[in-house]
């Protein structure tokens, strides 16, 4: 098993910038590719980033150019720097883990944090 913990939600002016962390505890490996989805009021959880187990990184084309996620697999954690905020980010943010990166980036991955909120006014 996998514990996801999220960190570092908060309230932020459009054009911001903040930095969420996923800490990964458990059976935690550096070959788990991990990502990021969100949920906003009335809407599906999207998929946002996610990074495979080598580096590679996908992005929502919503927020290619302005979200970046790395991680430290030292540290077993996943970071989503998020900068140039809209209020459309607005959102409950989760951490999501698997082995397989297609289950990451499709929402099946087998492991998921309870969520931070981000919540970016205009």
């Known amino acids: 098993q996998v514990q996801l913990v999220e960190s570092g939600g908060g309230l932020v002016q459009a054009g911001g910038s903040l930095r969420l962390s996923c800490a990964a505890s458990?059976?935690?490996?550096?070959?788990?590719?991990m990502g990021w989805f969100r949920q906003a009021p009335g809407k599906e959880r999207e998929f946002v980033v996610a990074i495979s187990p080598s580096g590679v990184t996908t992005s929502h084309a919503a927020v290619k150019g302005r979200f970046t996620i790395s991680r430290d697999n030292a540290k077993n954690t996943v970071y989503l720097q998020m900068n140039s905020l809209k209020p459309e980010d607005t959102a409950v943010y989760y951490c999501?883990?698997?082995?397989?990166?297609?289950?990451?980036?499709?929402?099946?991955?087998?492991?998921w944090g309870q969520g931070t909120q981000v919540t970016v006014s205009s």
């Open positions: 999501t883990a698997d082995t397989s990166t297609r289950a990451v980036v499709d929402g099946t991955g087998n492991f």
């Open positions: 458990g059976r935690t490996s550096s070959s788990y590719a």
